[in-house]
């Protein structure tokens, strides 16, 4: 099942696959970047992405003829691995603390979430 982190990961995208590319650009999900230009982004080397897709921080959709594709979501995912090994953290250890961060990250969205719900409801109760 996909995560929040890695929502195409199972290779099936929303029913927005039907959008031109273009107005799917704004989608923080949606897989634009080729491992050669994620690389570039991020500041490392394909095989550092590799690492970190076989460490499981990030699982590249895979386009039509197998290349990796990468989200803007997933390249913030990297670079703070990134950051971390060049800090000296070795890499699992990096990729589990990204890991914890974005779940971190993913709770407290869900509870302002709430949150403003509640609020709305309290509001609107009167």
Do not use: K, W
Request: proline fraction near 6%; charge should be neutral.
């Amino acid at each position: 099942m996909p995560s929040e982190s890695q929502p195409y990961a199972d290779g099936r995208q929303p029913d927005q696959d039907r959008l031109p590319v273009a107005d799917r650009l704004d989608d923080d999900h949606f897989p634009a970047y080729t491992m050669g230009r994620a690389a570039e982004l991020v500041g490392a080397t394909p095989a550092f992405l590799r690492a970190l897709d076989e460490a499981r921080l990030i699982t590249p959709t895979r386009s039509g003829g197998g290349h990796r594709r990468y989200s803007r979501h997933q390249l913030r995912l990297a670079a703070r691995a990134r950051e971390l090994v060049d800090q000296g953290t070795p890499v699992d250890a990096a990729c589990r603390i990204v890991s914890l961060e974005d779940q971190l990250r993913q709770a407290e969205h869900a509870n302002e979430e709430l949150r403003r719900r509640g609020a709305g409801a309290a509001h609107g109760g009167r």
